[in-house]
């Protein structure tokens, strides 16, 4: 493998194709050379392509899903465009001149219509369609230079007329040759032609030539949305020859030309694709005259334009080339946001994505791309060095990166990328180095009283130069370090406050720093002497630096520090003594290190605090192997009980503040180290509080409503982080326990608790109390993806219990770049930024879900079905538990989505309870229906006409019905399509338990022969049915006629079950004389027509004739085969 050259660091966006639009493409046959692909328009929603056959499909970008096909009889479809403030419509120009505006009627899931059709251009060619950006019209400009407007009236607006007569095609206005593009902002048209650019006012009808000079040939011109924050007005950019550009203000009045002629001659930039690797070849070429025959914003801060022989995107405020990338034969290009759509001229289409070179190896990562992303990175490499890549692409992942690629193939590849990540610092390195310079210049030394004293030499000489020198760091590197000097003041006021709260119990060593003012942001206080690659590995130094020089002057200090408050305290008893004599004067932890000023004590091993659990916990899982012990439920809860004694005994033990900060990223999960911030402080509260409990023994006196407020903020407060590091094997071990603990509700023990007195209120709290309070006590602990399951099945109906759920999930993704950048934007936005930032299997999902739907609400559930089965429709029904209809919305779509001959299938293997089914049903036919008295008269038989009605989710409650299942369970949903009036439902499921008797009696009482005429139709199978059908009708007629349905008279609907009907039926199934003979048994011949005899005489005929026919084809047949015999 070739050595890969490298970029320079100022190109930081590239071109990248994820995917191919090929398989889309082969698969609408538009990849024949009858049949391509002409024309193309993308919007929020649709990816629109016509073709050169007149059809136009409609894709959902969602899944890329082929949603509607639009057929043309005026020709091919020469341009397309969607508008975009309203996905539901599409405007569509054809060869013949013709303007088509559809209407898809999505939302009310009808079919598409025409609203209008224009031949204002007809026999011309249209160059341009263009919507309004504000309400429904459509601009259209063709090739003699003639534009026109086409105002909608549709069924979402009042269809009565403002005046008696309307012209829905007006003429703005003929320029002087051909249309070349057409953009729209805010009342204003901008028009670009062969020769110059015009800029009209819609509204009060003006017009403006822009610029003085002429130009010859297809030159574009676009609107450059301005912020509206900011107060900007939009501006224009019209091409000009020689690589040039116009800007113009809204006014028309151009202010300068930007030229891009030099800045064209370097050479292009790759675009990242699976088709091949990316090669770059540093040779600068001569420099780039051309012609930009259209010109789109992209972006927020581009315009992008095209070539024959490449794409190129500008910056042009700024006056920059952004990049510039080879991409041959493109014919035209449709943009949204950064996604680009490029037509060829051989009817390919290409998807690219405008990103930042970071976020593209993230999402190469992400799709598992290795060799593809390793390229990108070495290519890139200055830019990832010095840009903000680092924030996201860390020292980790190119670790990971490199271990994926293959030695022998690679090899070249992986030295690169090795050179790549000793170049490519850590976050907190930066911080290490700056701090190893500054402590060159100080030292410490530890005076008689045993106070710490910093001396720096460079205190009130310290030059300017160095000042500067501190301060004059990037934007990247400030950033990096806000967050962490944040997480220390809190911390340090957290210390403080504990520090307050215990110095009249503990003796304290005072740490003192003096330094100067302006190194104060410096996230260190203790100096270093060397230059670490981590700061965690610095501070273990100091550390144990500091130790050894501690246990030499230990008896020193302590005999210096005895405390006068320790005199007149009482005698300890017990476990307080224990403590006691562990206290050593002087102990450096890592918020020691992080703080300057702190009271610390000194601590006994992790390994010792967690020895009781671990043998506890070894002992748990020894028994669980035992059968006698897990197939018993109450020894299994015994075992777990006295397991779960001792966690709590662990976790509240009351020294953990001072080793919480030493949670140790490389042995915990990524989902632990999410510590919320409000949770960690109400930590320490809770230990200092516990602290000072203990000390005092029961004498002490604590303020009552001081206690209150500590317990309800515990309370109030999740454990998303743990309070100290635990090993992997004992974390695995805990997760299992814990997370067995919840399934079985085994949620508190009868141990009494560590103050010393017994809780009995936990015995008084419902088992959803201890739930929430359970979760919120070791969500560090349990195993999220079982712990929602469980809580699924054991809460269904108690909503609490799972909203706490959530609320610890929302909390551990609260601190994730992900969660803060949801706070703003639309849907279709944020739902991309979850897809390309959450995994699919995270447990967090959920938590994302829950965001967009408060923010968003059924819009959002029905968006969710992209997220299957990582949420599954029992995490939806949790979610929307308050509006269950909206989960229908949900459930419907998501069943919609799967192809007509799955979707049975499909719905079966959601139902898991079985007793899911009738929950489902009940709550289909509840909602979206029509009213009880429409479809039921008062003593519950089926009004006339009434199975006609709509309902709105009819398709999914007779997929319910088919899919399989017991008796029992047919009859209950009978029962229940029977209540709610939803008669197709309950004719299917009488025929299937042979009910057919009262099939009968319904479709007689429904009124509408069509439902036993056809192929679907229900039809007597013996006499016995026939006589009851015309027993019924008989009796039927002798009734007074019922009253008109509620939704108006059917007088205009199928046909009516009466006699005549019947008889006609019974004869065309049994033939005319059998039905005679059977009519007369019952009597019924005298109310019969001359209709009835006339069709019998016919049926008779053709009977004779059919028999004749069939005799003279056997006949035919017969002398056939003798003659071949012969």
Not at 99 to 124: A, D, F, T
Not at 737 to 766: A, P, R, Y
Not at 1052 to 1075: C, F, I, Q, T
């Amino acid at each position: 493998m070739t050595f890969v050259p490298v970029i320079p660091e100022s190109y930081t966006h590239v071109l990248a194709e994820f995917e191919s639009l090929d398989p889309l493409l082969s698969a609408l046959r538009l990849d024949s050379s009858r049949l391509k692909c002409t024309s193309i328009a993308v919007s929020r929603k649709w990816l629109a392509l016509g073709s050169s056959g007149g059809g136009l499909n409609l894709i959902q970008k969602e899944g890329w899903k082929h949603r509607l096909f639009l057929s043309h009889r005026e020709g091919a479809i020469s341009q397309v465009a969607c508008c975009s403030h309203d996905d539901d419509y599409v405007a569509v120009a054809t060869s013949q001149g013709f303007v088509v505006v559809w209407e898809l009627n999505q939302e009310r899931r009808g079919k598409p219509e025409r609203i209008y059709v224009s031949s204002e251009h007809k026999g011309r060619k249209v160059t341009a369609l263009c919507w309004d950006t504000a309400i429904l019209r459509v601009f259209v400009g063709d090739h003699m230079g003639k534009v026109s407007a086409i105002k909608l009236n549709t069924s979402k607006q009042a269809r009565a007329a403002v005046t008696f007569v309307m012209f829905p095609v007006q003429t703005i206005t003929t320029v002087d040759s051909c249309v070349v593009q057409l953009d729209y902002l805010d009342g204003r048209l901008l028009i670009s032609s062969l020769t110059r650019s015009f800029l009209c006012d819609t509204e009060r009808e003006k017009f403006w030539k822009i610029g003085n000079k002429e130009r010859d040939g297809e030159y574009g011109a676009c609107f450059f949305p301005g912020r509206c924050a900011a107060g900007q007005q939009p501006l224009i950019y019209c091409a000009r020859p020689g690589s040039r550009m116009w800007e113009v203000n809204f006014d028309g009045e151009v202010i300068s030309t930007h030229q891009f002629k030099k800045l064209l001659s370097s050479p292009p930039l790759p675009v990242i694709t699976l088709r091949s690797e990316p090669q770059y070849d540093h040779t600068v070429g001569s420099s780039q005259s051309l012609a930009f025959p259209k010109l789109l914003h992209l972006s927020e801060h581009c315009v992008l334009t095209w070539t024959e022989r490449g794409i190129y995107i500008f910056v042009p405020q700024n006056v920059q080339v952004l990049l510039w990338s080879e991409v041959k034969d493109i014919q035209d290009v449709a943009v949204f946001k950064n996604e680009l759509f490029c037509l060829h001229l051989n009817g390919k289409i290409s998807h690219l994505s405008l990103l930042s070179v970071e976020r593209c190896v993230e999402r190469l990562l992400r799709r598992s791309l290795w060799n593809l992303a390793a390229h990108t990175c070495c290519l890139f490499q200055n830019s990832l060095i010095a840009g903000r890549g680092r924030k996201s692409l860390t020292v980790d992942k190119l670790e990971h990166l490199k271990s994926q690629l293959d030695l022998t193939t690679c090899s070249d590849l992986i030295s690169q990328l090795e050179e790549l990540i000793l170049k490519f610092e850590p976050l907190d390195s930066a911080c290490s180095s700056r701090r190893s310079s500054i402590s060159s210049h100080e030292s410490f030394s530890i005076l008689d009283s045993g106070i710490y004293r910093i001396i720096s030499s460079r205190r009130g000489s310290q030059s300017d130069e160095d000042t500067c020198s501190l301060h004059s760091q990037t934007l990247s590197e400030d950033e990096r370090l806000k967050e962490f000097i944040s997480h220390q003041e809190e911390d340090q006021a957290d210390q403080c406050c504990s520090s307050h709260g215990n110095e009249d119990n503990v003796s304290h060593v005072p740490v003192t720093f003096e330094t100067d003012k302006n190194e104060t942001f410096l996230p260190f206080g203790i100096p270093l002497s060397f230059r670490s690659p981590s700061p965690l590995v610095s501070l273990q130094a100091v550390k144990e630096s500091v130790s050894s020089f501690v246990r030499k002057t230990t008896e020193k200090i302590g005999t210096l520090h005895t405390s006068p408050d320790l005199k007149v305290r009482p005698e300890p008893r017990g476990d307080e003594q224990l403590c006691e004599e562990d206290v050593s004067p002087v102990t450096c932890s890592k918020e020691e290190d992080t703080e300057g000023i702190k009271e610390v004590t000194s601590q006994p091993p992790e390994e010792d605090k967690f020895q009781e659990l671990k043998i506890a916990t070894a002992e748990a899982m020894t028994k669980l192997q035992d059968p006698l012990v897990l197939f018993e439920s109450k020894s299994l809860r015994m075992v777990l009980q006295e397991w779960l004694s001792q966690l709590e005994k662990t976790f509240a033990m009351k020294d953990f503040s001072g080793i919480s900060g030493t949670c140790n990223s490389s042995t915990t999960s990524n989902e632990d180290v999410l510590l919320f911030d409000e949770s960690k402080n109400g930590i320490l509260v809770e230990d200092n509080e516990k602290e000072k409990r203990d000390s005092l023994g029961n004498e002490e006196t604590v303020d009552h409503k001081a206690r209150e407020s500590v317990n309800s903020l515990r309370d109030d407060l999740f454990r998303i982080c743990s309070p100290c590091s635990i090993a992997n094997g004992l974390r695995k071990d805990l997760a299992e326990l814990t997370t067995l603990c919840l399934e079985l509700n085994v949620l508190n023990s009868e141990i009494k608790s560590t103050s010393g007195h017994e809780d009995h209120t936990l015995q008084q709290h419902s088992s959803e109390i201890l739930a929430c309070q359970f979760l919120k006590k070791y969500f560090f602990l349990l195993d999220l993806k079982r712990a929602k399951e469980s809580i699924k099945l054991t809460y269904a109906n108690n909503h609490c219990v799972w909203d706490t759920f959530i609320e610890g999930l929302k909390e551990m993704a609260s601190s994730s770049p992900t969660y803060m950048e949801m706070e703003e934007g639309d849907l279709p936005t944020k739902l991309k930024l979850v897809d390309d930032s959450v995994p699919f299997d995270s447990p967090l999902l959920i938590a994302y879900a829950t965001q967009l739907y408060e923010k968003f609400g059924e819009s959002a559930l029905r968006s969710l079905i992209k997220f299957y089965p990582s949420i599954l429709p029992s995490d939806v029904m949790q979610l929307c538990h308050h509006h269950p209809a909206q989960f229908l919305a949900y459930l419907d779509s998501l069943v919609r989505s799967r192809p007509e001959d799955h979707r049975q299938s499909f719905l079966e293997s959601l139902l898991q309870p079985e007793s899911l089914r009738l929950d489902w049903l009940l709550l289909a036919v509840s909602h979206d229906a029509p009213p009880s008295t429409s479809t039921m008269d008062d003593e519950g038989n089926p009004r006339p006409h009434s199975h006609l009605f709509s309902w709105g989710y009819s398709q999914l409650i007779l997929h319910l019905i088919k899919l399989p299942a017991d008796f029992t369970t047919k009859e209950k949903m009978t029962d229940i399509c029977r209540s709610r009036g939803f008669w197709p439902g309950y004719l299917t499921l009488c025929l299937e338990l042979e009910r057919r008797r009262e099939a009968f009696t319904n479709i007689v009482y429904l009124n509408d022969m069509s439902l036993m005429d056809g192929d679907s139709g229900w039809i007597p199978e013996t006499m016995e049915e026939w006589k009851l059908l015309l027993h019924l009708v008989q009796n039927k007629n002798t009734k007074p006629d019922p009253q008109n349905s509620p939704n108006g008279s059917f007088s205009d609907g199928p046909s009516p079950v009466n006699l005549e009907n019947v008889a006609l039926l019974l004869a065309k199934a049994m033939g005319p004389d059998r039905a005679w003979s059977l009519l007369q048994e019952c009597g019924l011949t005298l109310e019969l027509s001359e209709r009835f005899t006339r069709t019998c005489d016919i049926l008779r005929i053709a009977e004779k004739r059919q028999r004749a026919l069939i005799q003279s084809m056997l006949e035919k047949c017969d002398r056939f085969l003798w003659s071949q015999q012969a």
